[in-house]
């Protein structure tokens, strides 16, 4: 069964940056698109970004297109989000999710989560 876990979660200053990693086990890496999803205090989940089964394409949500990079490893079974300038909206829970085959960037796509890791950003 496929599994995800996420670290790299913290307390971070705003404007700073950070870096969470997600790491795959259960599949075969390479067939299934990824995606960072994120649930601030009080609020729905939504999408960071999603990227797909080769690491070429990658969609950004507006809220952090111009400050976020994704990039996977096929060899190591990982991802990675790198957010930077960090502002308090920044605040969540972040989520690793991953689903065998087609791309998508909805939430209800993807049928395996990991348990999340917290970023709390102070002012």
């Known amino acids: 069964q496929v599994q995800l876990v996420e670290s790299g979660g913290g307390l971070v200053q705003a404007g700073g940056s950070l870096k969470l990693y997600c790491i795959f086990s259960?599949?075969?890496?390479?067939?299934?698109?990824m995606g960072w999803f994120r649930q601030p205090p009080g609020e729905v989940r939504e999408l960071v970004v999603a990227?797909?089964?080769?690491?070429?394409?990658?969609s950004y949500a507006d809220s952090v297109r111009g400050r976020s990079t994704v990039s996977r490893d096929n060899a190591k079974n990982t991802v990675s989000l790198q957010i930077r300038r960090l502002r308090s909206e920044d605040t969540a829970v972040y989520y690793c999710?991953?689903?065998?085959?087609?791309?998508?960037?909805?939430?209800?796509?993807?049928?395996?989560w990991g348990q999340g890791t917290r970023v709390t950003v102070s002012p």
């Open positions: 999710a991953s689903i065998e085959g087609p791309f998508t960037t909805k939430a209800e796509g993807y049928p395996y």
């Open positions: 259960g599949g075969t890496f390479s067939t299934y698109t």
């Open positions: 990227i797909s089964r080769n690491g070429i394409y990658k």
